[in-house]
């Protein structure tokens, strides 16, 4: 990959073409399916000031809490 333009065209070329069909996969492959309830984000700052953020799921929505500062 050069640049993020030449994923975003590769992503659209394989959403279009699979648009109304099943995703083609080998016979061996599995998977698992996450389904988070809460979610929590650090974003470390030079000054020391870090971000967090807690993501709560309620149903179909997300609610947002800064933790810190």
Do not use: C, S
């Not at 069909?21 to 470390?44: A, N, T, V």
């Amino acid at each position: 990959m050069e640049n993020r333009a030449e994923l975003e065209l590769l992503f659209k070329k394989y959403e279009d073409k699979y648009e109304d069909k099943e995703i083609p996969m080998p016979d061996y492959w599995g998977g698992y399916r996450l389904e988070h309830k809460e979610i929590e984000f650090w974003q470390g700052r030079r000054d020391r000031m870090h971000d967090r953020f807690v993501y709560t799921r309620h149903g179909t929505t997300w609610k947002i809490e800064r933790l810190a500062p």
